[in-house]
């Protein structure tokens, strides 16, 4: 089992839909767990930071957790285009404060 | 200001040339991290600094070595890579090891 789990994709929805990225984590200790935005050729971009249960809100953004499943996702309302990129799931490893990420799943927005 | 810049941009050196890899933040951070990216694949964590010592090393070969001159500035120095270690190498630096990290731009390696 991998330590960050993702869909591959590609994730494709229209636009103005939700979309919505799913990871779950195998280590029970992880403490922070992140999401960042990579576009094709650049270098990751950190969007939102959750650490405890519940949901967290920014913009068109919102990261949920649920420790007791070990699963976070991030929802993205009424999407765009602009939103197509690859989104990395990272989960702070809490036994050794290594931040570890998933494979990433790619988002593609169609207009 | 959220910034860490890198430099170069792009590198290509042969295999039996010395170059270094330059990072630097000025966002009072001190936890610093290299990550290598290739095609497709997730960053993968190489080494970590907190405050100014390394911390993690993640048994990456001696062609690699990492350096920490200060609290804002990291450097990779690179001696006979391989051509399989042509990547994206990504800087990154967060306040503290459990708190998020911000990444540079990276810089684009090539190994001929």
């Known amino acids: 089992q991998k330590e960050v789990e993702q869909n591959s994709g590609p994730l494709s929805v229209p636009e103005g839909a939700i979309a919505s990225l799913n990871c779950t984590y195998s280590d029970r200790v992880s403490q922070s767990f992140f999401w960042y935005r990579q576009y094709s050729g650049k270098s990751p971009e950190l969007i939102m930071s959750i650490y405890s249960n519940g949901d967290k809100e920014d913009g068109r953004f919102t990261a949920q957790l649920n420790k007791a499943s070990q699963y976070v996702s991030l929802l993205i309302r009424d999407s765009q285009p602009s939103d197509s990129a690859t989104y990395l799931c990272a989960v702070n490893r809490g036994a050794t404060n290594k931040l570890i990420f998933g494979t990433g799943t790619l988002l593609a927005v169609q207009p | 200001d959220t910034e860490v810049t890198q430099t170069p941009k792009h590198l290509v050196m042969g295999m039996t040339n010395k170059k270094s890899l330059k990072c630097e933040q000025h966002m009072g951070h001190r936890a610093m991290y290299w990550y290598k990216q290739k095609a497709k694949k997730p960053p993968e964590l190489m080494f970590v600094y907190s405050y100014e010592k390394l911390s993690i090393n993640e048994s990456v070969p001696s062609r690699f070595s990492p350096e920490c001159p200060n609290s804002s500035l990291l450097n990779l120095h690179l001696h006979a890579l391989q051509p399989e270690d042509s990547a994206l190498y990504l800087c990154?630096?967060?306040?503290?090891?459990?708190?998020?990290?911000?990444f540079g731009p990276g810089t684009r390696l090539t190994v001929t």
């Open positions: 990154a630096s967060s306040q503290d090891m459990v708190t998020s990290g911000y």
